[in-house]
């Protein structure tokens, strides 16, 4: 079946410029994860959704981080002003349960360069 | 958070066993141990996790420490594909993962 997907793979922004990076999890999966990884780094926990409630966003390392899951599906990670620290690998990961031990599915990707 | 510490890399040959060590002294009772593996320009993929005992899959077998202080993931025998980073990850149910630097393993034919 399906694996987790993400669009775009590779997005290239100038300094200053808004992206939005989308996710799309396995069908039916409950919990979705957004994590930030630079290189040489293992990856970094963004925030959480449980359906779509937004359970935890700790992690998000600025107000110019937004993340949303209208739906409970699709996941969108909005940056706004985009500055070149924000140069790194968003990957995205589902999984099938919460409040239970579940394997996190990851997706590819999406690495973003900002000028 | 609890931590979790492992050799920054390793290497083995083809078709060899590998050892990857990982300790975790301060891990709590809660703790599930986690280890998952990235290759090259893909996303982490799950391995194998486990909580007292030794585990057994598919990929790789799990060997869990009496007092949980630490853990060994091990390959049977260790193929060129085997070769990536792998996150040695304490965590509890439902939770993110915390992940480290994990230890690259490099094997050859």
């Known amino acids: 079946g399906a694996g987790v997907s993400q669009s775009p793979r590779y997005k290239v922004a100038k300094r200053g410029q808004d992206v939005a990076l989308r996710c799309d999890p396995i069908?039916?999966?409950?919990?979705l994860f957004w994590y930030q990884q630079a290189l040489g780094q293992g990856p970094e926990f963004l925030t959480y959704?449980?359906?779509?409630?937004?359970?935890?966003k700790s992690g998000l390392p600025s107000d110019r981080f937004f993340a949303e899951r209208p739906e409970g599906s699709v996941s969108t990670l909005k940056i706004q002003r985009t500055q070149q620290e924000d140069s790194a690998v968003y990957l995205c990961a589902s999984s099938p349960f919460s409040g239970s031990f579940n394997e996190q599915f990851f997706g590819p990707g999406t690495r973003l360069t900002v000028l | 958070d609890a931590k979790t510490t492992q050799p920054n890399s390793m290497e083995s040959n083809e078709e060899e066993p590998v050892h990857l060590p990982c300790n975790h002294s301060t891990i709590s009772g809660t703790d599930y141990i986690h280890w998952y593996r990235q290759l090259p320009s893909q996303g982490p993929e799950y391995v194998i996790h486990?909580?007292?005992s030794n585990v057994n899959n598919r990929m790789a077998s799990l060997a869990i420490a009496e007092d949980r202080k630490s853990s060994t993931l091990i390959l049977h025998r260790a193929t060129l594909r085997d070769a990536a980073v792998y996150y040695c990850?304490?965590?509890?149910?439902?939770?993110?993962?915390?992940f480290g630097k994990g230890t690259t393993l490099s094997v050859s034919s």
């Open positions: 486990g909580l007292t």
């Open positions: 959704f449980q359906n779509e409630a937004q359970l935890d």
């Open positions: 069908s039916g999966h409950v919990s």
């Open positions: 990850i304490l965590n509890q149910a439902g939770t993110a993962l915390i």
